[in-house]
């Protein structure tokens, strides 16, 4: 099996620094506490789950862990709603999906296809974000054992604010020809962003923040967020230890793709987070698998960390489902079913590090199907 520290890595639960946190050091492990206040209502034996399997390869990595859960007798039921972002008309599938997302508080979804054209619907992955006010997403980026990629040794943290920002959605045409779009930046979503990574930090046993901005640019908006930040550092976790720096974005970027091992926690705005996740996710092997999740105070959405349909694979049985089955075991320790997700987590870092059955986006030709019979098989 596969050790606590890389299992934590990805997986440590977030649902009490979404809250106030105790300041405590703690090593790395499983979880966090579980807050029980939190969590949702558990009815049969068996807690309540809204799933929303997504555009693209959504259905057949959601299938996947549908059959993972249902091999190990997971006690988690599903509420599925079948949305996309594709099709005209579905605002009301959607309404449907937030109303189970609010009864139920945790979710696990797939990546909604956003149009790009102007008459299509805004964002409907931002739109659950914003509605249900889940601020903080939550990228782990780490190498994975038997993997090797360019970089060794990466492990770093992405904390992202989910609400505002240029994501606030609110643009529009001044004149013909001339588009205003506003980045919206709040003292009060900065320093709880702020806290949610230092709480982050301290329960993960992790040594240092970044806050990435662009304050020498945009100096009052990327100002706030970074003088907001480095408050939050000095006077609420001055007495923790961790050491706190900034960086600006565009060397950010670089540093990523040179130097990716000199960070811990990474903390910053909307885009800036996207941005990093994708190069984040690219180091360690790509999007498929990345998990994530997003937390606010009542709400948890898990979801792959980097974000993409995949409609070039839809339907051929290629996808790797890695990224969502990591994801549900982040899931799963939120709830406190420890065991289970040591289980799955473990089973799934193991078939990767065995190399023997490989999606082609780790250099195999295993299908979707495969690896999830190879899971089971482990897991049994």
């Known amino acids: 099996m596969i050790s606590a520290p890389l299992r934590s890595s990805v997986g440590s639960a977030l649902r ?23 969590l949702p209502a558990k009815f049969g034996g068996k807690y309540t789950v809204t799933l929303v399997p997504g555009d693209g390869i959504g259905k057949e990595v959601a299938d996947s862990v549908k059959e993972i859960f249902e091999a190990l007798k ?7 709603y079948d949305v996309s972002g594709e099709t005209v008309g579905g605002d009301d599938l959607f309404q449907q999906a937030m109303e189970s997302l609010k009864r139920n508080k ?71 020809g001339v588009v205003e779009s506003l980045k919206v930046s ?23 923040v970044t806050c990435v901005h662009k304050a020498n640019i945009m100096k009052l908006g990327d100002g706030l967020f970074l003088n907001t930040c480095r408050r939050v550092a000095e006077q609420e976790y001055g007495h923790t230890g961790i050491k706190f720096e900034a960086m ?11 130097r990716p091992q000199q960070f811990d926690v990474m903390v910053m705005p909307n885009l800036y987070g996207t941005i990093c996740a994708n ?10 698998i990345t998990p994530g999740c997003n937390f606010g105070r009542e709400y948890a959405l898990f979801e792959p960390g980097c974000r993409h349909v995949g409609k070039d694979i839809m ?54 199907t495969d690896f999830t019979k190879g899971l089971i098989q482990r897991l049994l």
Not at 248 to 258: C, E, K, Y
Request: with cysteine.
């Open 248 to 258: 600006i974005v565009d060397n950010t970027a670089m540093q990523l793709v040179s």
């Open 74 to 80: 997971v006690p988690v039921q599903w509420e599925q």
């Open 315 to 368: 339907g051929t049985n290629k996808a790797n489902p890695t990224a969502l089955i990591l994801s549900s075991t982040m899931m799963l320790r939120h709830l406190g079913l420890e065991s289970q997700a040591n289980l799955i987590a473990g089973a799934t870092y193991d078939l990767v590090k065995e190399g023997k059955i490989r999606t082609a986006d780790l250099g195999g030709s295993a299908t979707t």
């Open 106 to 176: 945790v979710g696990l979804k797939g990546i909604l296809y956003t149009p790009i054209d102007q008459t299509g619907h805004n964002s409907w992955n931002v739109a659950m974000r914003q509605q249900l006010d889940i601020y903080a997403s939550v990228v782990v980026c780490k190498s994975l054992p038997g993997f090797p990629t360019r970089h060794d040794n990466v492990d770093f943290a992405i904390i992202r604010e989910n609400t505002e920002g240029e994501y606030s959605g609110l643009e529009h045409q001044s004149y013909p």
């Open 279 to 288: 190069i984040g996710s690219a180091l360690v092997g790509g999007p498929g």
């Open 16 to 38: 009490s620094a979404a809250a106030s946190s105790k300041r405590a050091t703690v090593s790395r492990s499983m979880a966090t506490l579980v807050d029980e206040k939190r």
């Open 186 to 208: 709040t003292r009060a979503k900065a320093e709880r962003i702020a806290r949610f990574a230092f709480d982050f930090a301290v329960k993960n046993n992790r040594k240092k």
